[in-house]
């Protein structure tokens, strides 16, 4: 079992709609909790970051942490054509020596 | 934020050569990360580079096949040795960015032939 699971998509919806981005993890270590984008060729980008459980907001983007469900949430509200990348969730233990990421999900956002 | 340069950016390389990516941040850091990006995939940690110490490799990976140099606390190099088409696939350099997680280089597109 990967510690990190996270569905590749893709996923496809038309501008405005909200879309949601989801992974799971195994390792209750887990403290810290990333989203980064990918947009092709280029090196991930980081977009949000959180420490354990609740929610944390930034602009367009809501980032979600249920520990005791061990689940993440990314939500992007409005979604523009420029959201079109791809997703990864990644996570850390409390000492940041190690970082483990999904498998990435990659968005189309259609105008 | 740091802001991490990877050199070269994309390279074309024959089988059985070695090539060597350069990474250089604009400030001081501890750690450093070697990623590699298979087409379509996710990132697979290659090895921890540390300065003044000896990388530490994830296991699948050797140092007789990427050995890693880190002089300072603004510089590392990964070597891709020996090489062969499996080797193809995007190499990334990474620091950790305080409790932020991590930033990323652009990354090496690396094409064997």
């Known amino acids: 079992q990967k510690e990190v699971e996270q569905d590749p998509g893709p996923l496809s919806v038309p501008e405005g709609a909200i879309v949601s981005l989801n992974c799971t993890y195994s390792?209750?270590?887990?403290?810290?909790f990333m989203w980064y984008r990918q947009y092709s060729r280029k090196g991930p980008e980081l977009l949000m970051y959180t420490y354990s459980s609740g929610n944390k907001e930034d602009g367009r983007f809501t980032a979600q942490v249920d520990k005791s469900s061990k689940y993440i949430s990314l939500f992007i509200r409005d979604s523009q054509p420029s959201d079109s990348a791809t997703y990864l969730c990644a996570m850390s233990q409390y000492n940041f020596n190690k970082f483990y990421f999904g498998s990435g999900t990659k968005l189309n956002v259609k105008p | 934020s740091a802001v991490i340069s990877q050199k070269p950016s994309r390279d074309i390389c024959q089988r059985g050569t070695s090539l060597t990516i350069q990474c250089q941040v604009d400030?001081?850091?501890?750690?450093m990360f070697w990623y590699r990006q298979q087409p379509g995939q996710s990132l697979t940690l290659i090895a921890t580079a540390n300065q003044g110490s000896e990388a530490t490799y994830e296991s699948g990976f050797v140092i007789d096949k990427f050995p890693i140099s880190r002089p300072n606390l603004t510089f590392s190099t990964l070597t891709v040795s020996n090489m062969s088409p499996e080797d193809s696939s995007i190499y990334l350099c990474s620091v950790r960015a305080g409790l932020k997680g991590a930033f990323f280089g652009q990354g090496t597109r690396l094409t064997v032939v």
């Open positions: 400030s001081q850091v501890t750690m």
């Open positions: 390792n209750s270590a887990f403290q810290y």
